[in-house]
RNA sequence: GCUGAAGUGGUGGAAUUGGUAGACACGCUGGACUUAAAAUCCAGUGGACAGUAAUGUCCGUACGGGUUCAAGUCCCGUCUUCAGUACCA
C-alpha cells in the first residue's frame, strides 16, 4: 500500500484497538493515575453531528497525551439515558422508550467508533439501566435518612437526630430544616405520636416532601427546576410555565449553599462559569429587621413584619414598608377601610402569569394595607403597603423601603406620593435613587450620623441587636430543588405511602424497577403515568416478584407515581465508572481512593446551573457521610463552544413560483428558503436537480439563474439542528476525509472555548497535511514505504524539537488549534529537506499520534513496531538542539530595528558588551538583564534583543 | 441594569515576560500538468505611495487619550458584539 488509504487504515486500528482492549485502564497501577470525562450525552434520535464530537475530540487527545506521558488513564464513556424526547416520541408512537433509546446508543456507538476515541468501553454507563439506577434510588435513600447539622456544617444519619431530640428536644439544635418547624422539648418529643414523628423528621430530611410553589408546565405534563426554564419558557420545548401548588419531593441542596459558594475557589474552572454558579447560588449580606405592628392607639401587637435589607446602614431612610402580595400577613393586617381594593390587587396580581409580571416591570402597581407598623429605632409609625415588585421568594417577601437609597422603592413612592426622606449627605435625590454604597457620608441618621457605609452598618446590627428587633443576616438566592417529575421515563422512587407518609422500601429490593404501562400519559384522574400501572416492582430479568409487599400498588401500599429529573442519574455517574460493574456498591472504596475525582472535565457551559451544581452538592453530601473521600467532583472544567451551522437559503419571489439566485434578486421582494446545505457547494452553489428532487413542491418552479447558469444560494450562521437542513454528519467527514482529518480539523477550527461556524470548505488544508505526511515515510521515485536508519540532519532535528516544545505547550494549554499549524509547518519543512530519518520521524509520529491516531499507528507499525504507538513514550524535548553557534541580536532605535548583530551563542555579559561598544555607540547595562536583552544609552537608548 | 468574555486582512485565526503584526489554513489571482474538468504541484496575496525592477517610504490590531526607546499586548476613557442573569431588597 503506497497511496493514504484513510478507510482502510482506521477500520484496521479501531478493530486492532477493541480486539486488544488498548485503552482499558486498571484500577491498580505503579503509574500516576489521571482521570479525563467527557460530559456523557443524551442518545438523541438524531444522531451525532460534527459540533458533539469537538469536545470528545479535545478530551481524547489529551487522554492520549496523558497515556504517552506514562500516567495510568481513565477515559470512560456513557449515555445519560432517561429523558424527556423518548417519551414524547413514546407518547406519539407508543414504541416503548426503552426501545427508542436502545436503538439510539447503538447510532450513537457506531458513530463515536468510527472517530477513533480511545474510550474504555468495558466500564460504559446507562442512566437508564436497572443496574445503574438501582444506586441513584440508593443514594436517594441515604439522602431521605440524613439531615444537616448547621454548627458542624455537615450531613449525619437521621438516627442521631432522633437520639438528639429523644434526649434534648430540638431547643438550641442549629439544623437546617424547614422554618416553620416549631421547637419542642425532649419530653414533648417523646410523647409525639409516631406519626408526629414522622412529619417533624420530614422538616429535617434532605430530600422531604412538601406542598410548594412549583413551575408547571402543562404542555409537557410535568413540573419544571428552576435551570430547566429559560426566560419564563421551559428549555425543553420552549412551553409556557405556570406556578401550582402541588406536593413534590424536594432536595436541600440550599444548606449547603455556602460551601458550594467557597468550594469554587477551590477549582480549576473558567472565571465566567465560576460567576455564574456564584450568581445562582446568590449570596448576600444584611440584616433581618423586625417591624412590629401597631393599632389606633398605637400598642405593639404581637404580629411582627419581618424584613431582609442588604443596606441596614439606611435604616433612617425607611419611610414605608412593602409586603409582596401573597405574604401571609397581608390578610391580617389589611384594614377594614382598605380590604376591598387590597382584595381587588392581589387577584389581578395572582392572575398575571410569570412572564407577563416579568414583562410588566415598568409598570408601578400597588395599594396601601390602612396598617402601620413602628420603626424599630425611631418609633416612628411606618405605613405599611403591598406591591408586585416584591418576590414573596425571595429574602422574607417583605422590604423596608428606602426610596433615597433604592430606585424600586424610589419609583413606588413617587408613583404614590410617599415622602422620601434623604440621608445622604450633600447629595441630590429628587431625580433618582442615589444607590452607590462608595463614598457616602449618612446624614440625618441619629446615632450613624457622619458614618461611612461600613460603619453605620454595623452600628446599625449592633442596634438592632442589642433592642432584640434584628440581626445580621446573610440571603441566598439558591432554592431548594424540586425532585419529583410527572414523567414516565426515569428512575422510580423507592418509596411507598403508609398513613399517607412516605416509607423507604428496604434496601435489598432495590432496584425499584420501571413498570410495564399501556400509555405514556397522565392517567384520567389526573395521576402520572406510572399510576396506569397495577403491578410493580417485577423484576423481568428474573421473572419474578422482587417483594410481596408491594405486588400492588393500590390494594397494598401505594408507591410514589413520581420519577426523578433527569439530572438524579447524571449527579454521580463519574464515580460509577470507577468500578461500574460493582453488585454491591456505587463503587468500590478502593477503587475510589485510587482515582479519586476527575482531572479533566469537558463540556458544554450549558449545565452552570443545573448538573455541575447539582453534582458537587450530591458529593458533598456523600462526603459528609463518608461515602466519598473527595469534596468536588470536577477539578479542572473546560467549556468546549459550539460549532454553529452554516445555514442556506434559496430565496423565492413573494408570492410566485420563482426561485431566484442571490445576485439576480434586485428590488424583487422575496423569502428565504432553508435549503439542505448537502446539495451547496463551496462557491454556495446549488445543485437545482438535487433540490428539486427534495422538494417536490418546487418541481415545477422557475429558477433564475446567474448569467453563467449557476444558481447562488445565501448563507448564514445558525444553531446546527435538523429542522433548519445544516447538519453536517461525521459520518459523512469519515467516508470522504477520514477520521484523522475530521479529528484535527475541528481542533484546528478555532480555539476549543469559541463558539464558531461549521464550513467543510477548509478541509482540504488539513487532509493533505495528512496526505504529506504519509508520504515523508515513502521514497519519492518508487513510492514505496521508505524510512531511513541514518543519523537525522542537525536541521531536521531542530524542527522536530521546536515541534515537541510547542505541542506540549499546546496541549497543557488545550490549544489544539495551533498545534495542527505546527504540525503544518513541521512536515512542510522536513518535506522540503528530504529527511526520512527514523531519529526524527519516528518522534513525530508519536507526536501526532493524540491528534491522528489512525495514521501514526499504521506508519508506526510499518516502522517495525510491534505495540500499539499509544504506549510510546511521548518525545522529550531537548534545549540543544534549537541552539545556534550563532544569535542574532536585533538592535532598536527609537523604537525601530535598525540592525543584527550574529554574535556567538556562549557569549559573555562583558563580551556582548564590548562588541556592541564597537559599534561607536555609548552603552549602559540595567542592573538585572540578561546578557540576551542589552540597554544600551547613546543619548538615547538602545535596546539589543535576543 | 449587573456579571463575565471578546473586538487583529476577504474568512477561521497566530503572535513567550511589551521587541520586525498578520504564523498556519481557507478563499482569491496567476502558472504547471490535462482535450477538458477534478485532483495535485508551484508562485503571489493587509492598505497607500514611489520605482522598469530589485526595493523603498508611510499608514495599519474597534475608537480616543496616556506610559515607554518600543504597545495587538500595560494604564484611563468610549463604543460594539456575544454569553449568563435579573423587580434579589
Not at 466500564?123 to 439522602?143: A, G, H, M, N
Not at 447539622?149 to 450531613?155: D, R
Not at 437546617?176 to 416549631?182: A, G, I
Not at 537525522?792 to 499546546?810: N, W
Request: charged share 25%.
Amino acid at each position: 500500500m503506497s497511496n493514504y488509504y484513510f478507510n482502510e487504515i482506521e477500520a484496521k486500528w479501531q478493530k486492532f484497538w477493541a480486539e486488544n482492549q488498548t485503552f482499558k485502564a486498571e484500577n491498580q497501577s505503579d503509574k500516576p493515575k489521571y482521570y479525563v470525562l467527557d460530559m456523557f450525552p443524551y442518545p438523541s434520535g438524531a444522531g451525532l453531528h460534527v459540533g458533539h464530537p469537538l469536545g470528545y475530540i479535545a478530551s481524547d487527545i489529551y487522554a492520549r497525551y496523558k497515556r504517552h506521558q506514562g500516567f495510568n488513564v481513565l477515559h470512560p464513556q456513557g449515555y445519560d439515558s432517561f429523558g424527556l424526547p423518548a417519551e414524547q416520541y413514546a407518547i406519539q408512537t407508543g414504541q416503548h422508550p426503552a426501545k427508542t433509546t436502545k436503538e439510539n446508543i447503538l447510532r450513537y456507538r457506531e458513530q463515536l467508533d468510527k472517530i477513533g476515541f480511545s474510550f474504555d468501553w468495558s466500564r460504559e454507563v446507562q442512566t437508564s439501566d436497572p443496574t445503574y439506577y438501582r444506586w441513584t434510588q440508593w443514594i436517594f435513600i441515604q439522602l431521605f435518612e440524613s439531615w444537616y447539622c448547621k454548627q458542624k456544617e455537615q450531613a449525619f444519619p437521621i438516627s442521631h437526630l432522633i437520639d438528639i431530640f429523644e434526649k434534648e428536644g430540638n431547643i438550641g439544635l442549629d439544623a437546617k430544616c424547614d422554618p416553620n418547624q416549631s421547637n419542642f422539648t425532649a419530653e414533648i418529643w417523646n410523647n409525639f405520636s409516631e406519626e408526629k414523628k414522622q412529619k417533624v423528621l420530614l422538616n429535617y430530611r434532605l430530600t422531604y416532601l412538601a406542598e410548594t410553589e412549583v413551575n408547571w408546565c402543562p404542555k409537557l405534563g410535568t413540573v419544571l427546576a428552576n435551570d430547566e426554564i429559560i426566560g419564563g419558557v421551559s428549555e425543553r420545548g420552549g412551553f409556557p410555565v405556570l406556578k401550582k401548588k402541588m406536593t413534590q419531593w424536594s432536595m436541600r441542596i440550599s444548606v449547603y449553599g455556602e460551601r458550594l459558594l467557597q468550594g469554587l475557589d477551590t477549582l480549576d474552572w473558567s472565571e465566567s462559569l465560576k460567576e455564574t454558579q456564584r450568581n445562582w447560588i446568590g449570596k448576600s449580606v444584611g440584616a433581618a429587621v423586625e417591624f412590629k405592628m401597631v393599632d389606633d392607639k398605637d400598642e405593639v401587637k404581637e404580629l411582627t413584619i419581618k424584613t431582609f435589607t442588604t443596606r441596614p446602614d439606611t435604616i433612617f431612610g425607611v419611610t414605608f414598608l412593602t409586603l409582596a402580595p401573597e405574604h401571609e400577613l397581608v390578610d391580617k393586617i389589611t384594614t377594614s377601610e382598605q380590604r376591598i381594593e387590597v382584595e381587588k390587587y392581589i387577584t389581578t396580581t395572582a392572575k398575571k402569569s410569570e412572564r407577563e409580571r416579568m414583562a410588566d416591570v415598568k409598570n408601578i402597581t400597588g395599594v396601601f394595607t390602612g396598617a402601620y407598623a413602628k420603626h424599630p429605632l425611631t418609633k416612628e409609625l411606618i405605613p405599611i403597603w403591598i406591591g408586585d415588585y416584591v418576590l414573596v421568594g425571595y429574602g422574607t417577601g417583605a422590604v423596608m423601603a428606602v426610596p433615597c437609597g433604592d430606585q424600586r422603592d424610589w419609583d413606588f413612592a413617587k408613583h404614590f406620593d410617599i415622602p422620601i426622606k434623604n440621608i445622604f449627605k450633600n447629595v441630590d435625590i429628587s431625580e433618582q435613587a442615589h444607590t452607590s454604597k462608595e463614598d457616602i457620608v449618612i446624614t440625618n441618621s441619629d446615632f450613624v450620623n457622619g458614618c461611612s457605609y461600613l460603619d453605620a452598618t454595623n452600628k446599625v446590627i449592633q442596634e438592632l441587636e442589642k433592642r432584640y428587633c434584628g440581626t445580621k443576616e446573610i440571603n441566598y438566592r439558591l432554592r431548594d430543588a424540586v425532585f419529583s417529575r410527572q414523567r414516565y421515563w426515569g428512575e422510580p422512587f423507592p418509596i411507598y405511602y403508609k398513613d399517607g407518609l412516605p416509607q423507604i422500601i428496604d434496601e435489598k429490593f432495590l432496584p425499584i424497577r420501571l413498570p410495564e404501562i399501556e400509555k405514556y400519559l397522565p392517567t384520567e384522574s389526573g395521576e402520572p403515568p406510572l399510576g396506569r400501572a397495577s403491578i410493580w416492582a417485577w423484576d423481568a430479568s428474573e421473572n419474578k416478584i422482587v417483594s410481596n409487599d408491594l405486588i400492588d400498588h393500590l390494594k397494598v401500599f401505594p408507591l410514589e407515581l413520581n420519577t426523578m429529573p433527569g439530572w438524579a442519574g447524571s449527579s454521580w455517574y463519574m464515580f460509577r465508572y470507577m468500578d461500574a460493574l460493582n453488585k454491591a456498591e456505587f463503587s468500590s472504596k478502593e477503587a475510589m481512593d485510587y482515582w479519586e475525582n476527575v482531572d479533566l472535565y469537558i463540556g458544554g457551559s450549558e449545565h452552570a446551573t443545573g448538573h455541575l451544581l447539582y453534582s458537587r452538592f450530591w458529593v458533598k453530601f456523600l462526603k459528609d457521610r463518608g461515602f466519598l473521600n473527595v469534596d468536588e467532583p470536577f477539578k479542572k472544567l473546560i467549556n468546549q463552544g459550539m460549532i454553529l451551522g452554516e445555514s442556506a437559503f434559496v430565496h423565492r419571489v413573494e408570492a410566485e413560483n420563482k426561485l431566484v439566485s442571490i445576485g439576480q434578486i434586485g428590488n424583487l421582494k422575496t423569502q428565504p428558503i432553508h435549503a439542505d446545505v448537502s446539495f451547496v457547494n463551496a462557491s454556495n452553489e446549488l445543485d437545482m436537480v438535487a433540490f428539486k428532487n427534495w422538494r417536490p413542491d418546487f418541481k415545477d418552479a422557475e429558477f433564475i439563474t446567474e448569467e453563467d447558469g449557476s444558481f447562488k444560494v445565501s448563507r448564514e450562521v445558525e444553531k446546527m439542528s435538523k429542522s433548519k437542513y445544516n447538519v453536517v454528519n461525521p459520518d459523512d467527514i469519515c467516508e470522504q476525509y477520514g477520521a484523522d482529518t475530521l479529528r484535527m480539523y475541528e481542533m484546528f477550527l478555532g480555539p476549543l472555548e469559541q463558539a464558531k461556524p461549521w464550513s467543510t470548505a477548509g478541509i482540504t488544508g488539513v487532509y493533505s497535511f495528512l496526505k504529506k505526511t504519509w508520504r515523508l515515510f515513502h521514497s519519492g521515485l518508487e513510492d514505496s514505504f521508505f524510512v531511513s536508519d541514518q543519523a537525522a540532519s542537525k536541521d531536521s532535528l531542530k524542527i522536530l524539537h521546536k515541534t515537541i516544545k510547542k505541542v506540549i505547550e499546546d496541549i497543557e494549554n488545550f490549544s489544539f488549534n495551533t498545534s495542527v499549524s505546527t504540525f503544518m509547518i513541521a512536515v512542510n519543512e522536513l518535506g522540503t529537506q528530504k529527511c526520512n530519518s527514523k531519529e526524527v520521524l519516528a518522534p513525530l509520529l508519536i507526536l501526532l499520534s493524540p491528534y491522528a491516531p489512525h495514521i501514526s499507528e499504521e506508519l508506526w507499525s510499518k516502522l517495525g513496531n510491534k505495540e500499539s504507538i499509544s504506549t510510546a513514550p511521548f518525545p522529550k524535548f531537548e534545549e540543544k538542539y534549537l541552539i545556534e553557534d550563532v544569535k542574532k541580536y536585533p538592535i532598536s532605535f527609537n523604537g525601530k530595528m535598525r540592525f543584527t548583530l550574529e554574535l556567538p551563542i556562549d557569549m559573555s555579559k562583558d563580551e556582548i558588551e564590548a562588541v556592541v561598544m564597537s559599534h561607536e555607540k555609548t552603552i549602559h547595562y540595567l542592573e538585572g538583564r540578561t546578557p540576551k536583552k542589552v540597554i544600551v544609552v547613546p543619548g538615547k537608548i538602545v535596546n539589543i534583543v535576543g
